[in-house]
């Protein structure tokens, strides 16, 4: 029997780096099923809805899916879910009531210099826990009047200690010697604050692990200047999404840049960092690999460590011998080109 896996298509470059992905993903051999899932457009046109609760309930059955980057309207993405048990969830953007809806609290983004391509990033190595159920995404906006509007940045107690504990065990769990906390604690003193004292006390408990704190702006700054500074980094949502675009931009591409939602009981949404990139669309020239990355990414969560590794080397050596370049990194290579030089140093 094979392995079912949920895929989201997406809009954009979506369509055309799933395949790509699914392609990279097939050549590992394990009898996977693809099943596609209704979201955005395609939940509007079956059911009515951009994130149907049949889509919802087939996400959390498979416990396991792909996810492509999907368009949201600026000025009008907010989504309204209503559920069987009468409850009703209100998210700013389709893609944050995917992650809520399946309860998935932290996207790990990975991101890594290349040799011969990232410049004086090349050794950047930097991976960014954002969390992903509060902070100014958390939907709790309206406005007052004509002229102003308020948004709430919500942080919790439960969600931070969460968000900080994943970040230690992942650490510990992939070898690395420091975890980070970004926050912006000296202006926003309770919420940041919260986020920062509740790092702290999960940092006493992990002693083993190297722990210290930056300010957002230093953040950025010092992720410019000497990015050796950083291991793994923790951060509220809207930081989180914010410095890793940044990291992206710095090795690169965002077309780079990997990503994984993690949630309850095994349950994962693997996702690139990047958007759906309309510019580029349907020209067959979007780079994959931030989403090949992403399927590595599932690959180990999967327990196929040997899988991943070799997904992942085969990209390195694609990427460092500049075999296949999508334009974004100078080259000329398609879409598929991408992948099939990825797939061709695929041995285990
Ligand atoms: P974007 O990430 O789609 O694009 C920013 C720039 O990076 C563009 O120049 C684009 O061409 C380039 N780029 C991104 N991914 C690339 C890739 N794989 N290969 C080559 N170049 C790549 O950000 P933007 O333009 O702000 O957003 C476009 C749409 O995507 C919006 O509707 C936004 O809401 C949505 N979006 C969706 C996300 C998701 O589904 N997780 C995340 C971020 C944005």
């Not at 190595?125 to 958390?138: A, G, L």
């Not at 509220?236 to 993690?262: E, H, R, T, W």
Request: glycine residues 10%; contains cysteine; hydrophobic residues 40%.
């Amino acid at each position: 029997m094979g392995i079912s896996v949920g895929v989201i298509r997406g809009n954009g470059i979506g369509p055309e780096i799933t395949e790509a992905t699914l392609r990279v993903l097939e050549a590992t051999g394990i009898p996977f099923e693809w099943v596609p899932v209704a979201v955005g457009d395609e939940g509007m046109k079956r059911y009515g809805h951009p994130l149907p609760q049949e889509s919802v309930r087939l996400l959390k059955d498979l416990k396991i899916a792909i996810k492509a980057p999907l368009l949201v309207d600026k000025f009008k993405g907010r989504v309204t879910c209503e559920h069987e048990d009468g409850g009703v969830g209100i998210y700013p953007s389709l893609n944050n009531a995917i992650r809520r809806e399946l309860e998935l609290f932290v996207d790990p983004r990975p991101i890594r210099g290349v040799k011969g391509i990232s410049g004086r990033y090349e050794t950047l190595d930097v991976h960014i826990m954002r969390e992903i159920t509060e902070d100014v995404y958390s939907g709790i906006e309206h406005r007052i009047g004509d002229d102003a509007a308020e948004c709430v940045k919500l942080t919790t107690r439960r969600a931070a200690i969460r968000v900080a504990e994943y970040s230690f065990d992942y650490a510990r769990r992939n070898k690395r010697r420091k975890v980070s906390c970004v926050h912006k604690a000296n202006a926003v003193s309770m919420a940041d604050g919260l986020f920062l004292s509740c790092f702290r006390e999960v940092a006493e408990r992990n002693r083993d692990i190297e722990s210290d704190d930056y300010m957002v702006d230093a953040t950025a700054y010092y992720l410019a200047k000497c990015p050796e500074k950083f291991d793994v980094i923790v951060a509220s949502n809207q930081y989180g999404d914010i410095l890793s675009d940044l990291a992206a931009g710095l090795v690169g591409s965002l077309g780079l840049a990997p990503g994984a939602n993690v949630g309850p009981d095994g349950r994962i949404v693997v996702e690139a960092s990047h958007g759906a990139a309309p510019d580029i669309a349907g020209q067959g020239i979007a780079n994959p690999i931030a989403l090949i990355l992403s399927g590595a990414l599932l690959l180990r969560h999967m327990g196929e460590q040997k899988w991943a590794e070799c997904v992942e080397n085969a990209v390195w050596k694609v990427l460092e011998e500049k075999e296949a370049l999508t334009p974004d990194l100078g080259g000329t290579a398609k879409t598929m080109d991408v992948a099939n030089a990825v797939i061709s140093h695929m041995t285990i």
